[in-house]
T-cell receptor, first 118, second 114 residues
């Protein structure tokens, strides 16, 4: 079974600065998807960015980028030019590519609470 | 374009009772997944429905059951409620023909069991 670990329960960043959230995972599969989701106090989970394991290039979405280290099974999220609206819980998630038992479900880490200081 | 909707927003039940939560998927989506998110934890996969059948199930007891209707909406039923069932229940929808590539989440139903 796959596991996802987020070792930073809480992080804080000054507005306009850069912050990196860590995520490691354990899997025996060679192909999979990784995601970062944001959950603001309103509770609705929003997809921030995704990475396909077969792609060596790190995904980027505007101010959000990832550092995907497949051999190290590490998938960190970098938020540049942090804004007050970035304050939320951030969850790292894993999803298998292959069909069969356990596929298609998302396996989440416990989350990192990000605070943005004005 | 309506996103994923869930009802009710909040619910308070007593131990031993039964509860039904509802989810309407994003327009055009045909697959619904349910997750349980305990306080301070990440969501845990309960099960997934496609073509009105349960396709996958996480590590949850049979007290948790579901249904999917022809219009793709879904219900989550929990019988014999326990205090430990108190959580935020999230519904996520996706399109199977796209490999369930992206799951869109609803705002959740907060269930409190007393």
């Amino acid at each position: 079974a796959q596991t996802v670990t987020q070792s930073q329960p809480e992080m804080s960043v000054q507005e306009a600065e850069t912050v990196t959230l860590s995520c490691t995972y354990d899997t025996s599969e060679s192909d999979y998807y990784l995601f970062w989701y944001k959950q603001p106090p309103s509770r609705q989970m929003i997809l921030v960015i995704r990475q396909e394991a077969y792609k060596q290039q790190n995904a980027t979405e505007n101010r959000f980028s990832v550092n995907f280290q497949k051999a190290a099974k590490s998938f960190s999220l970098k938020i540049s030019d942090s804004q007050l609206g970035d304050a939320a819980m951030y969850f790292c998630a894993y999803r298998s590519v292959h069909s069969g038992a356990g596929s298609y479900q998302l396996t989440f880490g416990k989350g990192t609470k990000l605070s943005v200081i004005p | 374009d309506a996103g994923v909707t869930q009802s009710p927003t909040h619910l308070i039940k007593t131990r031993g009772q039964q509860v039904t939560l509802r989810c309407s998927p994003k327009s055009g989506h045909d697959t619904v997944s349910w997750y349980q998110q305990a306080l301070g934890q990440g969501p845990q996969f309960i099960f997934q429905y496609y073509e009105e059948e349960e396709r996958q199930r996480g590590n949850f007891p049979d007290r948790f059951s579901g249904h999917q209707f022809p219009n793709y909406s879904s219900e989550l039923n929990v019988n014999a409620l326990l205090l430990g069932d108190s959580a935020l229940y999230l519904c996520a929808s996706s399109l199977r023909s796209q490999g369930l590539y992206e799951q869109y989440f609803g705002p959740g139903t907060r269930l409190t069991v007393t």
